[in-house]
């Protein structure tokens, strides 16, 4: 794997226009509230990564690797998440309304009564963990 790539140089190549960190090891990176909609995840390393409050609308994270991540408050509508690991994540007030969760590892992964998922979801099927 390579190395972790840090908050400065993360944004500082998002900014100047790529959105394409597949592959990428984010691991612990903190971007709470960055507009991250339409980036390139998949299968990047985000394991234990700050995403708080980042609006992550129509991203690809296929078969990445979310666990730990704190995405409380993340906006992930329209978000492929197809395969990806977010065991023991925080999804509480999370917004997931038409993401694609099939195959997405979510036991031990915490929600609350503000998450929203996509129709038809249950997480107490998925093993999630519902916080009071």
């Known amino acids: 794997m390579e190395a972790v790539m840090n908050r400065d140089n993360f944004l500082a190549q998002y900014s100047s ?8 090891n984010l ?10 909609s339409a980036v390139n995840f998949q299968n990047a390393y985000l394991a234990g990564a700050d995403l708080e409050s980042a609006d992550l609308g ?11 991540a704190d995405l409380g408050g993340a906006f992930l509508q329209n978000t492929n998440l197809k395969g990806a690991d977010l065991r023991g994540a925080n999804l509480m007030g999370a ?16 929600y609350d009564r ?6 038809g979801f249950h997480p107490e099927t998925a093993k999630m963990h519902r916080v009071p």
């Open 17 to 24: 226009g790529k959105r394409n960190f597949e592959g990428m």
């Open 27 to 36: 691991r612990g990176i903190s971007l709470s509230e960055v507009d991250l």
């Open 58 to 68: 129509d991203a690809n994270l296929q078969d990445s690797n979310l666990r730990g």
């Open 95 to 110: 917004d997931l309304r038409e993401a694609d969760l099939d195959g997405t590892q979510l036991a031990a992964a915490d």
């Open 114 to 119: 503000n998450t929203h998922f996509p129709t």
